[in-house]
C-alpha cells in the first residue's frame, strides 16, 4: 500500500510539473503571439471597437481566409492551453491530497 501511495503521489507531481511546463514553454506563447496577430488583424480591418461574444473577425465580411484561419489556430491553441492547465490543477490536488494524507501529527 505504502509503495503505491509514493508512486501515485511521484506520478502526480511528474505530471503537474510536466504539464505547467509544457504550457509555459510552448501552449502561452504560441497563443500569446497569435492573439495579438488576431488584434492586429482586427485593426487594420477597422474591428477593434467591436464588442460581442467572440472575435469579429469570425463574422467581419471583409475578413479573408487567412484571418480565419488564424482565429480557428488561436481558437485550438488557447482550449488545448485550457485544459493542460486544468490537468496541472488537478494533479496538484491528487499530489496534496496523497502528501497530506501522508502526514502524521
Known amino acids: 500500500w505504502y509503495q ?4 501515485a503521489t511521484g506520478t502526480a507531481l511528474v505530471a503537474c510539473v510536466l504539464s505547467n511546463v509544457i504550457n ?3 501552449f502561452i506563447p504560441e497563443t500569446t503571439k497569435l492573439m495579438f496577430d488576431i488584434h492586429a488583424r482586427e485593426a487594420k480591418l477597422g474591428l477593434e471597437d467591436e464588442v ?4 469579429p473577425l469570425k463574422r467581419a465580411e471583409n475578413a479573408t481566409d487567412e484571418d480565419r484561419k488564424v482565429l480557428k489556430k488561436f481558437n485550438i491553441n488557447h482550449g488545448i ?7 496541472s490543477v488537478g494533479s496538484c490536488g491528487v499530489y496534496l491530497y496523497f502528501v497530506a494524507k ?4
Open 24 to 26: 509555459s514553454l510552448y
Open 102 to 105: 501522508g502526514l502524521k501529527f
Open 52 to 55: 460581442g461574444v467572440s472575435s
Open 4 to 7: 503505491r501511495r509514493v508512486r
Open 81 to 87: 492551453s485550457m485544459l493542460v492547465s486544468l490537468v
